[in-house]
DNA sequence: AAAATATAATTAGTTGACTACATAGTTAAC
DNA sequence: GTTAACTATGTAGTCAACTAATTATATTTT
């Protein structure tokens, strides 16, 4: 077993940790959808999951809702559009709108991709080990994040200690 | 305030999660970077820990002491190198090596980059109010993952429900 | 009514990870 | 001493996020 320098460094590299296991996980659900031949990005769970909900939605609502920026959202949801999965048409009031729904071939699909999530969500739980209180604190770390944002905490610990 | 949906789902959309988090805080300490006008990637960080810790090293062996593939390394390197930060020359013994160090202009900078790292792990401390044990549950999960990969995890929970 | 501002969507370019494959050199087996 | 297997590195192509700047349309202000 090779030295792992990420975990001895513990929370002075969080964020490298956080991104490891994050990309572990998507790397190996992508592996999981290619094996079970299912033509479809993990990353776009979320966007069906919402869609589900809401029957209609713009672009700007989806990206909010997810807390992501739109110019992210608008490269995802132009490759669901192109596999046939979604359909945009322009809102007739507001013209810069372009209003977002599930094609029917994802309405079709839907029975078989709440298996996958429900399964992917079981996953999870038993790999926390029934444990969720790691939920709590990235909340609380999401929370000091939006208060003050990352930068202006290293910049005040910088301000400190540079001569 | 509006809607967070991905906060909604709870441990369902963990992996969702641990990006946004992690993508907040590289993007938030590049822009902390580009304020204070050095000419750093915040990625490289741990690779200057580890070659102030090892003289040489080779490509392999920092892709394996931070848990990254090589593939990723090299191009890190290539940058890093490129920039003038690294120097590496073929080992004239075992000819498929690249033995790395660090250039002239790291070791200048040092004491510098010292600060900035100590700055960031600060603030890190003091985001997470103190309170390290986030990191025993990110440990396990590890551990978990290393055990059984997500894609095993996620495929006998999938075989259960499926028809 | 015209000008200024705001909003929705888009495009282009950057970063950083990955997998899969290719190449070059080393070691082991026969 | 060849051949086979392994190891170190490199290349190509994919993916998901970002910022910054652009375009088109709406809304507000003067």
New interface residues.
């Given amino acids: 077993m ?6 001895e ?18 790397h ?2 992508r ?2 959808f290619k ?2 031949e299912i033509d479809i990005e ?1 990353s776009w ?2 966007v069906f ?2 869609l589900q909900e809401n029957d209609v939605i713009t672009m700007v609502e989806i990206a ?4 992501y920026t739109h110019p992210s959202m608008v490269v995802m949801l132009k490759k669901m559009t192109a596999k046939g999965y979604l359909v945009s048409e322009k809102d007739t009031i507001d013209k810069r709108k372009q209003n977002i729904k599930l094609a029917q071939k994802s309405i079709d699909l839907l029975p078989e991709l709440e ?15 029934k ?5 709590k ?6 929370e ?2 939006r208060a003050i ?3 202006e ?6 301000q ?3 001569h």
Same sequence: chains 1, 2.
């Fill in positions: 090779e030295r792992d320098f990420i975990k460094l513990g929370y002075k590299a969080l964020d490298n940790r956080l991104k490891r296991i994050s990309d572990r996980m998507s190996d659900t592996k999981f094996e079970i993990p769970h979320l999951k919402l909010e809702q997810l807390g298996q996958i999530w429900h399964s992917c969500e079981n996953a999870i739980y038993k790999m926390l080990d444990d969720l209180s790691i939920i604190h990235l909340d609380e770390i999401e000091s994040l944002p990352f930068n905490r290293f910049n005040s610990e910088y400190k200690v540079k």
